[in-house]
């Protein structure tokens, strides 16, 4: 046990000390869908303290920045600058209502930019089966755009955009953008772009290009360089069943690369499987 602390600590240290000694160029950009007490921890799903956790850690360790930042970075190479501490991006996708009541007020409280990729067709949608409403209202979204958070297009109604034809796509995500942009008027909604479950083809790439997108963001799991393709952008999924080590290693360049490792290594200490001293997602493995 000893052993396994003393190992953890080491890690946590070079992450810290790393961050401060080697510029990076890399920007992560996070994923989380609901944040709610209601919905057990999962890769969609983050208890409201957990998710306070993090933000913290990314107000006090991290540079944030907006969706408008990760345009601009992808618009010229000279944009694409050096950074000492990790730089992130926050994001949201859907339009789960409980963005508003339980990530908002954490996000105002940190003074932290997000974006949420919405779905016109889902706003003030109720669940059938008990009639409360589960998404964001115009209202919601107004308050949320006057206190730095973004909201861009996640198509009209959510298809898996691979199993439509070229004209179907293009109509989703061309109606998607300018129902939204009616009611926001926001520039940045012309230029950013989440693909729904993640999953496009060579159309959906070129539709994009033929709409003048600039950045499109994907479910690929891993950061994202001055190199990459800008409408291939890939995303961390914020598991809520992750701790803080995990969550830490992904948004650090060098942690993402180290963590498999030192993780293996501590995981031969049999660690107990208490929620306290949980080490990263579902013990003992992880997907």
Known sequence: MFAAKTLAISYLASLVAYQYIRPQYSIAVLMYHNVTEILPPSYRSIRPEDFRLQMKYLKDQCEVLSIQDLVKAYRSPRHFTRSRKPRVIITFDDGFRDNYTNAFPILKEFSLPATCFVVPSWFSKTDPSTAKRIFLNEKEIKEMRNNGISFCSHTLSHPMLPHLDYKEQKAEILKGRQELYERISDPVVLDAFAYPFGEYNQDTMEILKELKFKI?????????????????????????????????????????KAYDKIIKRLRTFNLPRSEGQRISGPYPTEN
């Open 216 to 256: 499109g963001l994907t479910v690929w799991h891993h950061l994202n360089g001055p190199n990459d393709n800008p409408l291939r952008l890939k995303r961390l999924t914020a598991d809520g069943r992750d701790g803080m080590i995990k969550f830490a290693s992904q948004v650090n360049p060098f942690g993402f």
